[in-house]
């Protein structure tokens, strides 16, 4: 899922064949309704494409990667879809997945999955829920509960042990970041030579590994209105690795109250995290270690990364803005975000740039 309920017409530009995907879909899936297919677009998300199938009362979701060229090893469809496999038995949250298709349809490889529904938090309550402290509070403990959830996982039970190399991940996070970073470097965005040298110079060994989300964030979850977890999505990113870099991108994308407005609006409009009840980063560290065990004395190393990493892969999506790849207007002024979150790393990591 797009990390979102809403739905909106197709994007110029990003529209399916929808004639072939109803002529695939009607080879794949048995006793579909009759009538035709309708498709809709899910609107948040700034990377792959998400779309909403209905067919009379058949509904599922088409995930494909966005359009033009994209970074090496990115918007890996088939490796979403076998994790996605391997997990939904075992982690119900995970939307189950239906069918892959290699490319032979759209040109580009997809997936399509359940449909879950639910409730978004994301910048404002939904209509559904009445917004209040004791929703914020009740949201928050969910997202410290079911992330420690996932990371108590025995991978080495699942399929992710064929397709994964915990040793060493975080000095490859660190050296693939720092390359990513390079790779899509525009002249309207810092080189950030003090923050890759001060992560190189930090960087810690992993004593364990688990399944991490690594894009666990508020708007890729689904609620009811009492603030129980439906459905977690955007499983793109995920693999086995330190635990504690899942805990750090995720308190990456946790805004609060008191950070600076660049930082709050840099994907848009503030985050429901900064309102009343909601955790703040230091409470949701403290639970997730009370939760899971682990200690958290060397979280400001992973937060640091975890805002470098964000800045990657904002930059990458920038980058190809810039280079004509995609005319999506949310993305003109990224790099502004960009150089907010090196500066927020930066402060992160105690290095005073003046």
Do not use: C
Not at 29 to 58: C, K, M
Not at 131 to 155: C, D, F, R, W
Not at 159 to 183: C, S, Y
């Amino acid at each position: 899922m797009s990390g979102t309920q809403e739905t909106q017409e197709v994007r110029e530009g990003e529209e399916l064949d929808v004639s072939k995907v109803e002529d695939y879909i009607r080879n794949t899936f048995n006793h579909l309704p009759d009538g035709e297919l309708q498709v809709r677009q899910f609107g948040a998300g700034h990377s792959n494409l998400t779309y909403e199938l209905t067919l009379g009362d058949w509904q599922a979701v088409l995930r494909r990667p966005p359009k033009g060229p994209v970074a090496p090893k990115a918007h890996d469809m088939e490796r979403e879809y076998t994790i996605m496999k391997a997990l939904h038995e075992i982690y119900p949250l995970t939307p189950k997945p239906y069918a892959f298709n290699e490319g032979g349809v759209l040109g580009k490889p997809f997936f399509i999955m359940e449909r879950r529904h639910g409730l978004v938090f994301n910048t404002e309550f939904p209509e559904e829920a009445e917004g209040s402290a004791e929703l914020g509070e009740k949201v928050s403990k969910t997202m410290v509960e079911q992330l420690v959830e996932l990371h108590s996982i025995n991978y080495e039970k699942t399929e992710l042990r064929r397709m994964v190399k915990p040793d060493g991940f975080m000095e490859r996070q660190v050296h693939g970041w720092i390359r990513r970073f390079e790779n899509a470097a525009t002249e309207d965005v810092g080189k950030a030579d003090d923050l890759k040298r001060w992560l190189v110079e930090h960087l810690t060994q992993s004593k364990e590994a688990s399944i991490i989300h690594y894009d666990y964030k508020l708007n890729n979850a689904m609620f009811n209105k009492s603030g129980e977890m439906t459905g977690l999505f955007d499983w793109e990113m995920t693999t086995v690795g330190d635990p504690l870099a899942d805990l750090g991108a995720a308190m990456s994308y946790w805004t609060q109250s008191d950070d600076p407005e660049l930082l709050q609006t840099g994907l848009g409009k503030p985050p429901l995290t900064i309102k009343p009840g909601f955790y703040s980063r230091e409470e949701f560290i403290e639970e997730y270690a009370n939760k899971s065990g682990r200690s958290v004395k060397n979280v400001d190393f992973y937060l640091t990364f975890a805002y470098f990493k964000l800045a990657g892969i904002v930059q990458q999506i920038y980058y190809r803005y810039k280079k004509g790849q995609t005319n999506d207007p949310r993305f003109a002024q990224m790099n502004i975000y960009v150089n907010n979150l090196i500066r927020h790393a930066e402060r992160t990591a105690g290095i005073n740039n003046g």
